[in-house]
């Protein structure tokens, strides 16, 4: 599910990597249009909505392992696509339900707040009596990587967090990851915490973008409301309960919801997630690149 998204495709090319011939692999999307370049390379393409129990059901039969990867919704209809994406493995008699879920699942007292869809997930789908794994995603410094434009141009990197340290991962790594943990049978009934090699602080984020970029780039701890206008710049449409959500991370961050790191990269794929410098060099590299 969700394979036209940025984690998505980087899992279905990870499967390709790894040996899985693109006739087994189905490639579910909402919009099946933006899934023509997998048809073309012979990966099955199939419309699934999470909001349709048919679709799903269709999209799911004959398979031996569905890859959740879920929708942007707010919690409530997250909840109910999830009950929905459910009744469809159990009908299309799944062999087993891989979850993409967050580390913040692990933490009762997050302050994220998207995370009380995370941990009802994670407990209905344990409890559903279907085989399941469930992956948990660190940050993406994709994400960092987008910014760095404007990071450079501000001279900031503005957060609002203070002592929140982060053990960031690129999603290249994390669909290698969770590609793998989809073909391994001892992953089954298993629950994996995914994150880069090191733990970083904001000013050390900083830091690298700086050795990275060339130029001199500063951590600045600022309130949440400076954020939500960060957002805000260039995007009058973003929705306010959007912010708040986005906002709600950093939360998370200064909780020590994302400092945590593991192995479990390395032990699923054999090979270590790149250290946040190296990948954000790769990342400014393909934008000196393209620009």
């Given at each position: 599910m969700g394979a036209t998204g940025q984690?998505?495709?980087?899992?279905?090319?990870?499967?390709?990597?790894?040996?899985?011939?693109?006739?087994?692999?189905?490639?579910?999307?909402?919009?099946?249009?933006?899934?023509?370049?997998?048809?073309?390379?012979?990966?099955?393409?199939?419309?699934?909505?999470?909001?349709?129990?048919?679709?799903?059901?269709?999209?799911?039969?004959?398979?031996?392992?569905?890859?959740?990867?879920?929708?942007?919704?707010?919690?409530?209809?997250?909840?109910?696509?999830?009950?929905?994406?459910?009744?469809?493995?159990?009908?299309?008699?799944?062999?087993?339900?891989?979850?993409?879920?967050?580390?913040?699942?692990?933490?009762?007292?997050?302050?994220?707040?998207?995370?009380?869809?995370?941990?009802?997930?994670?407990?209905?789908?344990?409890?559903?009596?279907?085989?399941?794994t469930i992956l948990r995603n660190t940050m993406y410094l994709d994400a960092v990587g987008d910014w760095m434009p404007e990071l450079v141009e501000m001279k900031r990197l503005p957060y609002p967090v203070k002592e929140g340290r982060v053990a960031f991962a690129g999603r290249d790594d994390l669909a290698r990851a969770i590609a793998a943990a989809s073909i391994k049978e001892e992953t089954v009934n298993q629950i994996y915490e995914l994150t880069g090699p090191e733990s970083l602080s904001m000013p050390a984020l900083a830091a690298a973008l700086s050795d990275v970029t060339g130029e001199s780039i500063r951590f600045d701890s600022i309130t949440d409301e400076d954020y939500a206008e960060i957002c805000r710049q260039g995007h009058e449409d973003v929705p306010e309960p959007l912010i708040r959500i986005l906002t709600s991370i950093y939360w998370a961050?200064?909780?020590?919801?994302?400092?945590?790191?593991?192995?479990?990269?390395?032990?699923?794929?054999?090979?270590s997630p790149l250290p946040a410098k190296e990948y954000l060099k790769l990342y400014w590299d393909t934008i000196r690149a393209n620009t």
């Open positions: 984690l998505g495709r980087r899992i279905v090319d990870s499967l390709i990597e790894q040996g899985v011939a693109p006739a087994n692999i189905i490639a579910s999307a909402r919009t099946v249009s933006k899934a023509a370049g997998m048809k073309d390379q012979g990966i099955q393409v199939r419309h699934a909505d999470y909001e349709d129990v048919d679709t799903m059901r269709e999209a799911f039969s004959g398979s031996d392992v569905v890859i959740l990867i879920p929708s942007t919704a707010p919690v409530e209809p997250r909840i109910l696509q999830h009950q929905k994406s459910l009744q469809a493995a159990k009908e299309a008699q799944v062999g087993r339900l891989l979850f993409v879920s967050l580390t913040t699942a692990g933490f009762l007292d997050s302050k994220f707040e998207i995370t009380p869809y995370l941990i009802y997930a994670e407990m209905k789908l344990r409890q559903s009596r279907i085989p399941w961050v200064e909780n020590g919801e994302f400092g945590a790191t593991t192995n479990q990269i390395e032990a699923l794929t054999g090979t």
